[in-house]
C-alpha cells in the first residue's frame, strides 16, 4: 500500500517502476481529504500544520502569512501554480529529497513532526525523521500527520531563495532560508540558517549562527558567514565535481541572504 496525498512525485515513481517492470502496489489509500491532514490550528503558543495541505495553501492562507512567511514565501517558489495546488507539504517531506523546497525552511523554523500509525503516535525532529536522500525514518504502517512550530516571541525576519537551471518550474541546484530577530540596537539576537541541495540529509548552519548572534550586521560579518557556509558544506559533502560551482554559489548566496533578512548591513 502507498500514500496518496498530492502524488506529484508519486505518479513518476508509479510509472518509472512500471517501465523497469516492477509490480504496482496493490492499493493506493488518498489522505488528501482527511480533515485532520489538512488544518492549519493555532494550539496555545503552536501552530499545527497538517501534512496534507497544498503548497498553494501554504502561499495565500493568511495564518501562514503571517506565523510563518518564511514557509509561505518558499511555498509560493515550489513548482508551477499547477504543482503547488496538488503538491502537499507532508509529501515533499515523505519523498525526502535534498532539494525539497519544503524541508528547507522548516528546518529552519525548527519543525516538530507528528507521526501516526493504528498503533501509536510519536514527535520527531524534521533533522531525524529524513536518513538520507530519498529515505526516512517511517516505520511501515507509519504515516506523517502533522507539523507543529513554536511561534517567535519576537518579530522575525525572513529570507528564502533558491538557484535554479532556469527561472521557473525547476528543480532547486541550492536554496537557503533564513529566521533571524534583531535586537532593538540592530544587532542579531537570533538567527537559523538552512541550506537545501548541498548536503545529503537536512540540517542547519550552527556553525554560521554561532558566529552571528549578538554582532552588528555588517558586510565583513556576512562574508565571513558566507566562507564559513561553502567551508562546512565541503566537509560534510566532500569537495565532488558540482563543488566547483557549489562552493562560490553557497558563499554568495548566505552573504545576499544575511543582508536581504537584516534589511542592509552598516558599512565599517
Request: overall charge positive; glycine content about 10%.
Amino acid at each position: 500500500t502507498r500514500i496518496l496525498a498530492g502524488g506529484t512525485d508519486l505518479m513518476i515513481g508509479l510509472r518509472s517502476a512500471y517501465r523497469e517492470g516492477k509490480a504496482p502496489p496493490a492499493f493506493l489509500l488518498d489522505v488528501s481529504e482527511l480533515p485532520d491532514c489538512r488544518r492549519i490550528q493555532f494550539e496555545g503558543e503552536r501552530l499545527t500544520l497538517g501534512s496534507a495541505v497544498p503548497f498553494r495553501t501554504l502561499e495565500n492562507d493568511p495564518t501562514v502569512r503571517q506565523s510563518l512567511p518564511l514557509l509561505a514565501a518558499a511555498a509560493a517558489q515550489m513548482g508551477s501554480v499547477q504543482v503547488r495546488s496538488q503538491a502537499t507539504i507532508g509529501g515533499n517531506v515523505g519523498t525526502a529529497s535534498p532539494a525539497g523546497d519544503g524541508i528547507t525552511p522548516l528546518v529552519a523554523l525548527g519543525a516538530e513532526v507528528q507521526i501516526v500509525s493504528r498503533k501509536n503516535s510519536r514527535t520527531t525532529a524534521l533533522t531525524d525523521l529524513i536518513t538520507g536522500p530519498g529515505r526516512t525514518g517511517l516505520e511501515p504502517g507509519e504515516l506523517i500527520h502533522s507539523f507543529c512550530f513554536k511561534l517567535p516571541e519576537q518579530p522575525q525576519r525572513s529570507f528564502f531563495h533558491k538557484i535554479m537551471r532556469r527561472q521557473a518550474v525547476a528543480i532547486a541546484r541550492m536554496n537557503l532560508a533564513i529566521q533571524l530577530a534583531l535586537e532593538p540596537t540592530g544587532r542579531i539576537a537570533s538567527v537559523r540558517l538552512s541550506v537545501g541541495a548541498v548536503f545529503p540529509t537536512p540540517r542547519r548552519l550552527n556553525e554560521v549562527e554561532e558566529s552571528l548572534v549578538g554582532q552588528a550586521p555588517e558586510k565583513k560579518l556576512f562574508e565571513e558567514a558566507g566562507r564559513t557556509a561553502a567551508k562546512v558544506m565541503l566537509q560534510v559533502s566532500g569537495r565532488r565535481p558540482s563543488m566547483a560551482y557549489k562552493e562560490p554559489a553557497l558563499e554568495r548566496l548566505v552573504t545576499w541572504g544575511l543582508e536581504q533578512a537584516c534589511g542592509g548591513f552598516r558599512e565599517v
